[in-house]
């Protein structure tokens, strides 16, 4: 049967949209022979799509796009004459086209490339007497020049893009401020300009000259990473780069998220650390809109690669636009924490995450002085920098361990991350942490000569009349004489019981013991009704050191993944990761409290000559 090979990369976007038609087409109607022998054509017998709905049926003809799948070539039956040529259009020359050639292809592609990074070249094969680079002023005389043609093409103006966009040379003259003369690796360009420009440009609605910046941002791509891997020195202006590239409002369509964004972010990620500070305060200068378009834009990138995937069992780690996506979202994640700093949305004092202290991005954090844990609202909302798609098809064991061999791992960046792949990777630290105490206790045994009659675990052996007593006076005994046991795997047998505690009597253990310690004839705790939540009991008579053993006892459950029913406010949890507590804390655990401060603060020129059973509701906003 006769097909049709078609190469996508070959083809300009219209070409693409006839042949994605053809494809649809196949997929609903089929080709109307009876031998058909393509599984991706309805007129085969073996063809399981036709439950397919439209869309399905239309995600499906990018996906045959894409891989240059077999095409048939249409019959009569389906509104077609077989043989009949496939829509091809072929562009027309340009008079002195200008384009941009790699050291590589000048030097034929064989031997040692030029010191250059590129070079311009017309038609004829000269170099122009001074490089191209766009300006403003130059795009709106271009327009104005093709507006007054009878049937305008604006063939240079779409020329002169692709040639200033596939060169770094050319790209570092363009869009600058009027006094961009500061040091290297600093931003000069001028984004209001860029912005005006972009706009110029896509008022027109002509798809060549959109169609310029696509081919054109791959090129310079390739051409950056070439010089990357020469081990070449990076393009001084590369931020400036990254500025107009990003304010380029096409960014969130198809045709750059498959090809020409990943691409650029490819480049990003190869910048060094201070280039990244620069970029991240640059963008925290922007307003929380544009920082969140940015946002979605890299997130498309992610969900539109995992979508078209047709393999669904494929590593998430070996798809070089996610990768790169992940990477690149944390200047934006950065650039919103500095900003809701600058806004003042963050605690006084500031914490330093103990945490992953050697990754990137706590690096990036320590360099700005920025912890998301001080942030009390942030511009952003940290949830739209989640994806749910990649954290559907992320091996969190794979990426466990690659976390540990200094390979890329999501873990690094948790601002990707739901909170219960955040809470997998946490019981994954504390199942390591024990085997590793179990490997240590065993080691040391073999290098001693000792024998170990069954494997190293932390026993309580409670009563379980006084379960409460007992459970706290052993405790007390660990953390004086063996701390180091607690790192331990937890195993509870009650006495005079027989059975081997395999995870049941350590969760009847838990329940019961807090079911003793919260029960509020002990006194150590109230509960509050109307916020469901507990509290410290102000007036109970116990030590302080009896709270810190609850505290322990509470951090073994979590050690060996026991959920316990206890709810306390969100201000105890800052404050175990060594937040600053503000007044706005109150709000999560004295609400009350919180309202009459608001009250008294709102009021207070009233309260001079009022007093509080003549005054009414607050008059003013919110209180900062």
């Not at 972009?198 to 798809?207: G, N, Q, S, T």
């Not at 180091?484 to 969760?507: A, C, H, S, T």
């Amino acid at each position: 049967m006769a097909t049709s090979s078609i190469s996508p990369s070959a083809l300009r976007r219209d070409e693409a949209k006839a042949l994605i038609r053809l494809y649809y087409q196949q997929l609903t109607k089929g080709c109307g022979q009876d031998d058909c022998d393509n599984d991706s054509c309805a007129s085969n017998k073996r063809f399981k799509g036709d439950q397919l709905t439209t869309d399905e049926a239309a995600a499906k003809a990018i996906v045959l796009l894409k891989n240059q799948s077999k095409l048939c070539i249409p019959t009569e039956a389906n509104g077609y004459k077989v043989g009949n040529p496939l829509p091809v259009t072929k562009p027309e020359p340009v008079e002195n086209e200008i384009k941009y050639i790699t050291p590589v292809q000048e030097s034929g592609g064989k031997g040692t490339p030029t010191s250059e990074v590129g070079v311009i070249y017309t038609k004829n094969g000269a170099k122009p007497a001074h490089e191209p680079f766009l300006t403003e002023e130059e795009i709106v005389r271009l327009i104005s020049k093709d507006d007054g043609a009878d049937s305008p093409d604006y063939s240079e103006l779409t020329t002169l893009i692709y040639s200033v966009f596939s060169s770094p040379e050319a790209l570092n003259k363009s869009f600058l401020l009027p006094s961009a003369e500061g040091p290297s690796g600093q931003i000069t360009v001028d984004v209001e300009s860029v912005r005006r420009s972009y706009k110029y440009i896509h008022d027109l609605e002509v798809e060549r000259v959109q169609n310029s910046f696509l081919h054109a941002i791959q090129n310079y791509c390739n051409n950056f990473e070439q010089q990357c891997k020469r081990g070449t020195s990076p393009i001084l202006h590369f931020l400036n780069h990254c500025v107009i590239v990003f304010e380029n409002p096409l960014l969130h369509s198809p045709e750059y998220i498959e090809h020409a964004f990943p691409k650029f972010l490819q480049a990003l990620s190869l910048l060094p650390i201070e280039s990244e500070l620069n970029l991240i305060n640059w963008f925290a200068s922007y307003p929380p809109e544009k920082l969140l378009e940015f946002v979605n834009n890299l997130n498309q990138v992610i969900t539109v690669t995992l979508v078209l995937s047709e393999n669904r069992k494929r590593s998430v780690h070996s798809y070089p636009a996610i990768v790169a996506a992940a990477k690149g979202m944390k200047i934006f994640y950065l650039a919103n924490l500095v900003a809701s700093v600058k806004a003042g949305k963050c605690r006084p004092g500031g914490t330093y995450d103990r945490l992953m202290r050697t990754s990137r991005l706590a690096l990036l954090q320590q360099r700005l002085g920025v912890n998301p844990n001080d942030i009390i609202e942030p511009l952003i909302q940290f949830d739209e920098f989640i994806n749910e798609e990649l954290n559907n098809m992320i091996n969190i064991f794979t990426d466990y361990e690659s976390l540990f061999r200094s390979q890329f791992s999501f873990f690094a960046y948790p601002y990707l991350l739901t909170p219960a792949n955040k809470v997998e990777k946490l019981l994954l630290d504390n199942k390591t942490a024990m085997l590793q105490e179990r490997r240590r206790i065993l080691l040391n045994a073999l290098i001693h000569g000792q024998q170990l009659m069954e494997l190293p675990v932390l026993l309580l052996r409670i009563d379980r009349n006084n379960i409460v007593n007992e459970t706290l006076t052993h405790l007390e005994a660990i953390c004086e004489d063996a701390p180091d046991d607690l790192r331990k795997q937890l195993r509870v047998k009650f006495n005079g019981e027989d059975g081997i505690d395999e995870g049941g009597v350590q969760k009847e253990f838990f329940q019961l013991i807090i079911e003793e310690l919260f029960n509020p004839e002990i006194g150590m705790f109230i509960y509050d009704e109307e916020q469901r939540h507990y509290w410290f009991n102000p007036t109970s008579f116990e030590s302080e050191g009896q709270f810190m053993l609850i505290g322990l006892l509470l951090g073994l459950a979590i050690y060996n993944n026991v959920i316990l029913d206890v709810h306390f406010p969100m201000v105890v949890y800052r404050k175990l990761v060594g937040c600053n507590i503000v007044f706005e804390d109150l709000y999560s655990s004295h609400l009350v409290s919180f309202f009459l401060f608001v009250f008294l603060v709102c009021d207070i020129g009233r309260l001079e000559s009022s007093n509080l059973d003549t005054l009414g509701p607050p008059e003013c906003g919110e209180v900062s």
